[in-house]
């Protein structure tokens, strides 16, 4: 099993930046990715950023040019820096962890959640 513990978050004037931290403990070597997802209401469930154990990363499309993921190997934490932060940013933001390979990816731990909310 993981854990995953996230801290961070929090409401932001529009323009603003906010950074997200994402701690994992457990079975580490049973996990080869690490991400957020973000959800707001109403809306899909949307995968915004991901690293890889090797360290690379992929965004969405949204998102790309104003967020940044990066990883701390030796803490075992990942980081989603937000910066110029829209109002259609604002969500649940859950960390996520789990495996890839040649078959696809499956994500099979979660972080309990972080409200960003984003005020215009």
């Known amino acids: 099993q993981v854990q995953l513990v996230e801290s961070g978050g929090g409401l932001v004037q529009a323009g603003g930046s906010l950074r997200l931290s994402c701690a994992a403990s457990?079975?580490?070597?049973?996990?080869?990715?690490m991400g957020w997802y973000r959800q707001a209401p109403g809306k899909q469930r949307e995968l915004v950023a991901t690293v890889t154990s090797g360290g690379s990363t992929n965004y969405a499309d949204s998102v790309k040019g104003r967020f940044t993921i990066s990883r701390d190997n030796a803490k075992n934490t990942i980081y989603l820096q937000m910066t110029s932060l829209k109002p259609e940013d604002a969500a649940v933001y859950s960390c996520?962890?789990?495996?890839?390979?040649?078959?696809?990816?499956?994500?099979?731990?979660w972080g309990q959640g972080s409200q960003v909310t984003v005020s215009s």
């Open positions: 457990g079975s580490i070597d049973s996990i080869n990715i």
């Open positions: 996520t962890a789990g495996y890839y390979s040649d078959y696809g990816t499956l994500y099979n731990y």
